[in-house]
């Protein structure tokens, strides 16, 4: 089964756990954009928190 994850980057923790025990019951999950780029590295998530307070809570 395909799962979409829809939700708040900030809940990226979360997000990351609930993905990792779907996918361990065999399950495709989709994610958020700057949740995977915190997964592939790409971002730390407390750089991506960090960007958004600077920015006024936006960040694309």
Do not use: A, R, W
Request: hydrophobic residues 35%; charged residues 30%.
């Amino acid at each position: 089964m395909i799962i979409t994850i829809c939700s708040s980057v900030d809940f990226s923790p979360k997000i990351i756990e609930i993905k990792k025990i779907l996918e361990e019951k065999g399950h495709k999950v989709n994610i958020p954009y700057f949740t995977q780029k915190i997964i592939d590295g790409k971002i730390t998530y407390k750089d991506y928190i960090d960007k958004k307070k600077k920015m006024g809570g936006i960040f694309f």
